[in-house]
């Protein structure tokens, strides 16, 4: 699986690391359903991290369409929610 960090790069993500991503996507929408800023920059910051230690950084110069899209370190809490509103199952499918 194809997973872009906005504004990073793309990572490539295996299958099996799904569930721990999981994980800290269900905090991060927790923190985001909860209206607390601390939580939800250090959730963010954990999913993203999770992201770069669980991947491998997808070829550069390749045109692969990414399977999924998180947002940068720098998004606002209202910027995701936003993209939480839009979808039924998080950020991470699953």
């Known amino acids: 699986m ?3 960090i906005l504004g990073e790069g793309q990572y490539d993500v295996s299958d099996e690391a799904l569930d721990r991503l999981n994980e800290l996507d269900a905090a ?18 954990a999913l993203l991290e999770g992201v770069r230690t669980v991947g491998v950084p997808h070829a550069v110069d390749a045109l692969d369409e ?8 720098d998004a606002t809490i209202d910027e995701v929610r936003q993209l939480l ?7 991470i499918p699953g």
Not at 85 to 91: I, P, T, Y
């Open 66 to 73: 990414s399977d999924l899209i998180l947002p940068p370190a």
């Open 28 to 45: 991060l929408e927790a923190a985001v359903d909860g209206g607390n800023e601390e939580a939800f920059r250090s959730a963010l910051e």
């Open 85 to 91: 509103a839009e979808s039924d199952e998080g950020l």
């Open 2 to 4: 194809i997973v872009r």
